[in-house]
């Protein structure tokens, strides 16, 4: 690292590391792995061992599944988590697939390792993995209430200051599909999404890439889930640097 400049592979950058005493996260650093995470890197996919946990450092994993015909989005996860955890829960392999939406870096450790290092820092670094688990079922139960009883656009605020969030930038690329699959609609009618958005002053979206213009005014678009999810991270994993 060049001096003066902050390690963007600080493991404390990644929420759920930030939260370890710092001898138990000296301990792990020798064990994990600073990775690129480019747009569409698979992590795991269904019924395949998964070889490895990642804790991202900035960008947006999304856990998919798979139906006839559509792929739906059922979480996400940026700083503030893991990806793979089926392999904190005991279990080999997953019915989900996980792979990056939104382009940024992790660091990794293999599945294995990871394994041995619950069972030998069974004290803080399971009761992290715990309480992100526990923020991960309240996500869960809000994304599948959010497409019951939110509107379209009320989801859509909601999303892209999950993803700002998650990219410590209030600019960030974004494709339609990853937008269609977060919301739960056809790619058509992302682009009215959005256009309605922009007419409002919120948001400008060109080529691939939003630019949140106006927070405040985009919070007031937004769906309760936001706040919900996010006060229900900052509670266990509270946001460390230059987290907003």
């Keep these: 690292m060049m001096s003066g400049t902050a390690d963007p592979y600080d493991p404390r950058g990644n929420r759920i590391l930030a939260a370890l005493p710092k001898n138990a996260r000296d301990h792990l650093r020798a064990e994990l792995e600073p990775v690129e995470l480019p747009v569409g890197t698979e992590i795991y996919r269904p019924g395949k061992r998964i070889e490895a946990v990642y804790f991202p450092m900035i960008g947006v994993c999304s856990i998919v599944t798979d139906l006839e015909g559509s792929t739906v989005e059922v979480a996400t996860v940026g700083d503030e988590g893991m990806v793979g955890l089926p392999v904190f829960l005991g279990v080999a392999t997953s019915a989900e697939r996980a ?73 960030f690329d974004l494709t339609q599909k990853f937008l269609a699959q977060m919301l739960a609609v056809r790619r058509s009618s992302v682009s009215e999404v959005a256009g309605a958005l922009a007419a409002d002053g919120c948001i400008r979206y060109s080529r691939g890439t939003i630019t949140i213009l106006d927070r405040e005014r985009l919070l007031t678009h937004a769906c309760s889930c936001y706040r919900v999810i996010r006060e229900a991270l900052d509670a266990v994993l509270p946001p460390h640097g230059g987290a907003r």
């Design 99 to 171: 792979l990056c939406q939104v382009g940024g870096r992790a660091l990794r450790m293999d599945a294995d390792r990871f394994r041995h290092e619950i069972a030998v820092l069974n004290g803080p670094l399971q009761q992290v993995m715990q309480v992100f688990t526990q923020a991960m079922f309240t996500q869960l139960a809000r994304n599948a209430g959010c497409i019951r009883g939110h509107r379209v656009h009320e989801r859509c605020a909601r999303w892209l200051l999950m993803t700002s969030d998650r990219m410590h930038s209030d600019r």
